[in-house]
């Protein structure tokens, strides 16, 4: 069973940068397409960047300039690399994978994910 972690959150000053890994267990993570979400204080789930087993990304297009995210299949860990960071970038941060054999194509839907972390905080503040 795949089990993913967080980890690489904290606290930021604005315009500071994070890099978020998403590390997996339980079975190949090239085998699934990615997604990272966040959730801010009193505001719905936002896909933000997926990134499925061909390699091939899609980023939020308010976030093209500032966010990236990549695979690294020998240790199994997918990241999003955080530049430039915002006060409004300040969220819980999850990232979850569905099987490529279930979903094809990418994809920054919530309910077409069914694992998922535990989430890592990222606060920017001064």
């Known amino acids: 069973q795949l089990q993913l972690v967080e980890s690489g959150g904290g606290l930021v000053q604005p315009g500071g940068s994070l890099r978020l890994s998403c590390v997996a267990s339980g079975a190949p993570l090239d085998d699934y397409t990615v997604a990272w979400f966040r959730q801010a204080p009193g505001k719905a789930r936002e896909g933000i960047a997926c990134?499925?087993?061909?390699?091939?990304?899609s980023i939020l297009t308010n976030l093209l300039d500032r966010f990236t995210i990549s695979r690294d299949k020998v240790k199994n860990t997918v990241y999003l690399q955080m530049n430039s960071l915002k006060l409004e970038d300040t969220a819980v941060y999850y990232c979850?994978?569905?099987?490529?054999?279930?979903?094809?194509?990418?994809?920054?839907?919530?309910?077409?994910?069914?694992?998922w972390g535990q989430g890592a905080q990222v606060t920017v503040s001064s």
């Open positions: 979850a994978a569905v099987s490529a054999t279930v979903l094809s194509g990418l994809s920054l839907i919530a309910q077409q994910y069914d694992h």
């Open positions: 990134i499925e087993t061909t390699g091939d990304t």
